[in-house]
């Protein structure tokens, strides 16, 4: 596969819609590779039970097939965990920036990866959204239903980010795209 410069927001999408469909790892794989992307190793089943057996919680399906496909990738704007480093944000060291109420939400998040300045994207066990923990503006902000949704909105970041060129245009397209899913997450959020 070539990279061609996307004309639509369709062209931004990635070649898969849920993880763990039908090959859609061989496809994010060839997809990636046309972004000379630089590939990591898949996560083990050991490492996977043992993440799960320390955290005491099964990880999302999504996110343990993601793993074990993929491993810890660094998608650019996001390194994403590996399965030893995954803990709860009970003990980030912004804590203090947090409002109360937020900082005692903090032992229900899991670390996903890390993003710009120390952020993290976290993933909310009581009820399966993932979001970005921020010490600057404090808070939780950026909130995706999934990690399925979460690394498709990750993924169309990389047409504009490190991994391929910089043009206005395309950043237009994924900046168009990537909010019209934020709100639309955002009115399931609130409703």
Same mark, same amino acid.
């Given at each position: 596969?070539?990279?061609?410069? &996307?004309? =639509? %927001? /369709?062209? !931004?999408? &990635?070649?898969?819609?849920?993880?763990?469909?039908?090959?859609?790892?061989?496809? *994010?794989?060839?997809?990636? =590779?046309?972004?000379? $992307?630089?590939?990591?190793?898949?996560? =083990?089943?050991? %490492?996977?039970?043992?993440?799960?057996?320390?955290?005491?919680?099964? *990880? &999302?399906?999504?996110?343990?097939? @993601?793993?074990?496909?993929?491993?810890?990738?660094?998608?650019?704007?996001?390194?994403? =965990?590996?399965?030893?480093?995954?803990?709860? *944000?009970?003990?980030?060291? @912004?804590?203090?920036?947090?409002?109360?109420?937020?900082?005692?939400?903090?032992? /229900?998040? !899991?670390?996903?990866?890390? #993003?710009?300045?120390?952020?993290?994207?976290? $993933?909310?066990?009581?009820?399966?959204?993932?979001?970005? #923990? #921020?010490?600057?503006?404090?808070?939780?902000?950026?909130? #995706?239903?999934?990690?399925?949704?979460?690394?498709?909105?990750?993924?169309?970041?990389?047409?504009?980010?490190?991994?391929?060129? &910089?043009? %206005?245009?395309?950043?237009? !397209? %994924?900046?168009? !795209?990537?909010? /019209?899913?934020?709100?639309?997450?955002? /009115?399931?959020?609130?409703?």
């Amino acid at each position: 596969m070539t990279l061609v410069r &996307p004309q =639509t %927001e /369709q062209d !931004l999408l &990635p070649p898969f819609s849920h993880v763990g469909e039908t090959e859609w790892d061989t496809r *994010l794989r060839r997809w990636l =590779t046309a972004f000379d $992307f630089d590939f990591g190793a898949p996560s =083990t089943e050991e %490492e996977l039970a043992e993440a799960e057996s320390r955290l005491g919680t099964p *990880l &999302p399906a999504d996110w343990r097939v @993601f793993l074990s496909a993929f491993g810890p990738l660094n998608l650019d704007s996001v390194q994403l =965990t590996s399965p030893a480093q995954i803990g709860t *944000l009970q003990d980030v060291w @912004f804590k203090s920036h947090l409002k109360d109420h937020d900082q005692q939400l903090l032992p /229900q998040f !899991l670390q996903v990866g890390e #993003c710009s300045s120390d952020n993290y994207i976290a $993933f909310n066990i009581s009820n399966g959204w993932i979001c970005e #923990c #921020c010490h600057d503006p404090s808070g939780f902000w950026d909130w #995706c239903p999934s990690f399925n949704d979460f690394l498709r909105l990750k993924l169309i970041g990389m047409w504009s980010g490190y991994y391929s060129w &910089p043009d %206005e245009q395309v950043r237009f !397209l %994924e900046d168009s !795209l990537s909010s /019209q899913w934020t709100a639309e997450w955002k /009115q399931r959020r609130l409703a």
